[in-house]
């Protein structure tokens, strides 16, 4: 019986692993509920007297005590306080008693350690008031699907720095030392491809084929970038907490909710589109050999990149749609066709079986097959 503390892509992929070695039961713990984790359509079950009985449970709590002789844990969903700035325990709300637990994994990300460097090298440590911004007073959010139920909801006096941004550092470069320059992935959508334009970026910066701003420009692009990402919904509600809560109060049977309604189709397409137009931007400065467009303007290439990351967000709604497979479907057995090559249109392959019987040999016969 395994708990694992997040909910996003690790907590995904060990639970599925967890799965395939047939453990009795997992528990995701969220904090946010907004991970992928919480976005499964279904994961591998088994039945129990008639009932289909997941193997992993996705709970919106975190533990906060370790209780029977360290067996259990006692676990509650939490709240953020706007006044303290911290997260408190909802104590209206009854806690989740988690038993006989064997193992506890956490899935909470990573922190850089820079102690090899001296300070002034380092990312830039802020206090949390150093780290919000203020919009100006004539933003209006460009029209979208919400905003006829939410109108125009008046933004938080302090919001939050963008989680697509670090504080001190510009794309590569340290704003306060140019000459340093950092690989980071950013660009949740993209990974591999983002830090592989990050590389041409820096030699690009190196090089002099892309000019270095100025502080000052580097410092009003940034906030520009946070400027834009405040009309995008799925982007607006991590630094507003006022539109944050607008949303949190259309509940969970709302449209917004529903990955087939074209209305969330939009949303959806718009938070892709966003990730797609910044990686389209570093390409053109790091003159990298694929042109996906401008952060104004997505190309056809940009476009089909957008689609594809639709289609990897859609494989885990829609595993819902084969409940007669409960026992071994994944998000990594859904139908692959979609996922094609932009540059010659080759489609993805099949797995040679179900992902859950497959083990690493047959994996890697399997890629080396395709080659």
Not at 17 to 31: P, T
Not at 75 to 84: A, G, L, R, S, V
Not at 212 to 230: A, G, Y
């Amino acid at each position: 019986r395994v708990v694992l503390i997040g909910d996003d892509g690790s907590a995904e992929d060990i639970a599925l692993h967890a799965c395939r070695l047939d453990v009795e039961q997992v528990y995701v713990l969220s904090r946010s509920g907004f991970g992928n984790c919480v976005y499964m359509g279904q994961w591998p079950s088994f039945l129990e007297e008639g009932e289909v009985e997941s193997r992993v449970e996705v709970l919106k709590a975190l533990p906060y005590r370790v209780v029977n002789n360290g067996t259990a844990l006692l676990c509650n969903e939490f709240h953020y306080n706007q006044e303290t700035e911290r997260y408190d325990i909802l104590d209206y709300e009854p806690p989740e008693l988690l038993e006989e637990i064997d193992t506890v994994i956490f899935c909470t990300g990573y922190f850089p350690s820079m102690e090899f460097l001296s300070e002034n090298l380092q990312f830039q440590r802020l206090d949390i008031d150093d780290m919000t911004w203020a919009l100006p007073s004539d933003f209006k959010m460009r029209k979208n699907p919400l905003t006829e139920e939410l109108g125009q909801v008046e933004p938080s006096s302090r919001l939050d720095i963008s989680g697509n941004l670090i504080p001190g550092l510009y794309r590569t470069l340290k704003i306060s030392n140019p000459r340093l320059m950092f690989l980071m992935d950013l660009n949740y959508q993209y990974s591999l491809l983002s830090l592989d334009v990050g590389a041409w970026l820096c030699l690009a910066y190196i090089t002099g084929e892309a000019p270095i701003p100025s502080k000052t420009e580097m410092e009003s692009d940034l906030r520009e970038q946070m400027i834009e990402e405040m009309h995008i919904p799925h982007l607006r509600w991590c630094m507003d907490m006022n539109y944050f809560d607008a949303m949190d109060r259309l509940g969970e049977t709302h449209w917004s909710d529903n990955c087939a309604d074209p209305r969330s189709i939009e949303m959806d397409t718009l938070y892709c589109a966003y990730y797609a137009r910044t990686l389209a931007r570093d390409m053109r400065e790091a003159k990298y050999p694929i042109d996906m467009g401008t952060y104004e303007k997505l190309n056809e290439t940009g476009m089909k990149m957008v689609q594809i990351n639709l289609h990897d967000i859609y494989a885990r709604h829609d595993l819902e749609k084969f409940e007669e497979d409960y026992e071994w479907r994944t998000f990594r057995d859904v139908d692959p066709t979609p996922f094609c090559s932009f540059h010659t249109g080759q489609k993805s392959t099949p797995l040679p079986g179900k992902w859950i019987d497959l083990d690493k040999q047959e994996i890697v016969r399997f890629s080396k097959n395709r080659r």
